[in-house]
Nanobody, 120 residues
């Protein structure tokens, strides 16, 4: 069973930094995507960033490009989202999700529980 657990959220002042972690486990294949989404208060969920399991592909939303950086550890057991120069509009619940490609890449089929990020 694929599992994802987010951590690292908190409250920071504008201009500060946080590093979110997504611990992943249970994959039966080596090719998949891990993505970060966020849902600001009163707004729809939006994509933030995505990384391929082998690390050769990353994408960022325009709103975070140049400020947020994805990475993963050598064992590929944790995906990190380094968030710098945080703005109040970055305030949201951040979710880690994975697309295992079992359905041909139609949807992110596993999700973490979310972690709150508050910027003031």
């Amino acid at each position: 069973q694929v599992q994802l657990v987010e951590s690292g959220g908190g409250s920071v002042q504008a201009g500060g930094s946080l590093r979110l972690s997504c611990a992943v486990s249970g994959y039966t294949a080596s090719t998949y995507f891990v993505a970060w989404f966020r849902q600001p208060p009163g707004r729809e969920r939006e994509g933030v960033a995505v990384i391929h399991s082998q690390g050769h592909y990353t994408r960022y939303a325009d709103s975070v490009k140049g400020r947020f950086t994805l990475s993963q550890d050598d064992a590929k057991s944790t995906v990190y989202l380094q968030m710098n120069s945080l703005k109040p509009e970055d305030t949201a619940v951040y979710y880690c999700a994975t697309d295992t490609l079992e359905d041909g890449g139609k949807a992110y089929n596993y999700w973490g529980q979310g972690t709150q990020v508050t910027v003031s």
